[in-house]
């Protein structure tokens, strides 16, 4: 029997795959899959990469708990979340979700709820750098706050 | 008493250490590293309030911390 539970921070590239291995069960006909991955541009500017960095112990007691909570709201759910940290080119998957279930509402709503839970409050925080050389934390609140004006 | 205090990303940058070390008094609760923290060199990108974290979980303000702990002070979010 697999561990229902699978969450780390790590430095290896995340493979949709495992995540899919480590929740597959045939008591469950239902898989989400939730790729994060790095995209070309934010808020205008030309993206050539991300620094991913966290407080790792807190991060991955921060993403246990979500896994818990996800698996209390949807009982029967098998969890994987994965997050990546260090440098990632464009493209690579730095956060990945997988949640299996006997029926796909579940699943889908487990992965939705540990997707923005983990984005409200694990501390990982990004570096991107742009084309001109240059590279910026990036602060969503300060987003937020020039959205809403 | 002392305190470990950890600094990350934009604030790590900021005061230019991950992490150092503060003398308080007794009693000393998280606003008060916060306010220590709020005059060192640097220190004026750090929020009035932040997110801080005491031993690993998110505590607030008026927390009473215990010689030893470990304050982390937490820059917005941004995993992903």
């Known amino acids: 029997m697999k561990d229902p539970v699978h969450v780390a921070l790590t430095h290896d590239p995340i493979h949709a795959q495992e995540l899919i291995d480590a929740v597959a069960s045939h008591s469950c006909g239902a898989i989400s899959l939730f790729l994060g991955t790095v995209r070309d541009v934010n ?97 969503p609140t300060a987003r937020r706050a020039e959205v809403a004006l | 008493m002392t305190v470990r205090v950890l600094l990350f990303a934009s604030y790590a940058d900021a005061i230019g250490s991950p992490e150092l070390t503060l003398d308080v008094p007794d009693g000393a609760r998280v606003s008060d590293v916060v306010e220590r923290l709020r005059l060192l060199p640097g220190a004026d990108r750090l929020p009035p309030a932040p997110l801080v974290a005491v031993n690993a979980v998110y505590a607030a303000a008026g927390s009473a911390l215990a010689p030893g702990d470990e304050v982390a002070i937490i820059p917005p979010v941004a995993g992903g």
Request: no cysteine; proline share 4%; glycine share 8%.
């Open chain 1, 43 to 139: 808020d205008g500017r030309a993206v050539t990469g991300i620094e991913y960095s966290a407080y790792v112990a807190m991060a991955e007691r921060e993403m246990r708990s979500i896994v818990d909570e996800a698996t209390q709201r949807f009982p029967g759910v098998r969890l994987a979340l994965l997050h990546r940290v260090g440098r990632l080119e464009l493209g690579e998957v730095s956060v990945g979700i997988a949640a299996a279930h006997p029926h796909r509402t579940p699943a889908l709503d487990a992965a939705r709820y540990t997707i923005e839970e983990l984005k409200r409050r694990v501390p990982i925080w990004k570096r991107e750098q742009y084309t001109d050389g240059t590279r910026e934390w990036v602060d």
